[in-house]
């Protein structure tokens, strides 16, 4: 059934990523959620679909050879975030998981336990430094660094008396600036990409349910007062995402920067689980075995 879904017409220029049930309905028997094991003639499935451009996906897996990698699969970045920062509940009950990267911000709306919506803007963290970069006269370097350490999402959370060096350009002379004015330059910037990402779950009849509220995460989630920024905007409540159901190093990937990264583990630990139980050598000697377990390996890594 979702093989038959991925017969869509499509653009020479993209491919499907991803095909993401729903629900099945069994002889008009809506809101299954998994109809194995169920007895019918008809069977339906209501799924979503996600696309990607063709070019982008060659270009990373060529990066990712270049540097010695094998690539598996490719994974919607928003999905990969989702499965390190969400909980089950807000899944069921309906949630925003907005995550701000440097070029992109990514969104997927969750509800009954599906996924109902997923969008990819051309706008993020990136676009906020290139501003301070402009109306500060600093390289993108410094003004990366001073976002980061005395930036603010929110323009009357920052001290007006308190002053940053802001690095010169061209070997001129380092000038001095109040945290207020450099809030100035970075509020409106988030607003506008906060409120693209309304406007698109409004788009797509989505914003009924988002009963749990908004997750933000993403390298650019970590700005000083982006959440208190996004619960003026979306109106609902809003809390920082971060990496759970972690154990170990927890404390070097505490942040919500990692947040698709350790999806990504998470989500080829998962595939690797069902990969190794579906190998049943139960029946066979320990020469077979071993040799199953050579071929085994060398299919991961080749």
Not at 29 to 57: F, N, Y
Not at 65 to 88: E, I, M, Q
Not at 206 to 232: C, F, I, P, Q
Request: hydrophobic share 45%; net charge neutral; proline share 5%.
């Amino acid at each position: 059934m979702l093989e038959a879904a991925r017969a869509v017409a499509l653009p020479t220029d993209r491919e499907i990523l991803h095909v993401l049930p729903q629900e099945f309905v069994v002889d008009d028997q809506g809101g299954v959620k998994e109809p194995v094991g169920m007895a019918g003639v008809r069977l339906e499935a209501r799924v979503h679909i996600v696309t990607g451009s063709v070019g982008s996906g060659q270009n990373l897996i060529k990066c990712c050879n270049r540097a010695g990698l094998h690539v598996d699969d490719v994974l919607g970045s928003p999905l990969a975030a989702a499965d390190a920062v969400l909980t089950p509940e807000e899944r069921e009950l309906g949630v925003a998981l907005v995550e701000v990267g440097a070029g992109t911000t990514s969104t997927v709306v969750y509800h009954g336990g599906a996924i109902r919506h997923t969008a990819v803007l051309p706008v993020g963290g990136g676009h906020v430094t290139n501003d301070l970069a402009a109306a500060l006269r600093t390289p993108f370097a410094d003004a990366e660094k001073l976002k980061h350490r005395c930036g603010s999402a929110l323009a009357l959370a920052a001290s007006p008396d308190l002053t940053v060096e802001v690095a010169g350009i061209g070997g001129r002379p380092p000038h001095k600036l109040s945290q207020r004015a450099l809030a100035d330059v970075v509020e409106p910037r988030c607003e506008e990409v906060l409120a693209l990402v309304r406007s698109e779950i409004e788009r797509a009849g989505a914003a009924g349910h988002l009963t749990s509220g908004v997750v933000l995460t993403g390298g650019g989630a970590v700005l000083h007062g982006m959440t208190d920024l996004a619960e003026r905007v979306f109106r609902t409540p809003v809390r920082l995402g971060l990496p759970l159901h972690l154990t170990g190093l927890v404390d070097v990937v505490a942040s919500p920067m990692y947040s698709t990264a350790v999806g990504l583990v998470l989500q080829g630990l998962k595939r690797h689980a069902r990969s190794t139980a579906r190998e049943d050598w139960s029946g066979l000697g320990p020469l077979e075995r071993a040799r199953h377990r050579v071929v085994s390996w060398l299919r991961e890594f080749f």
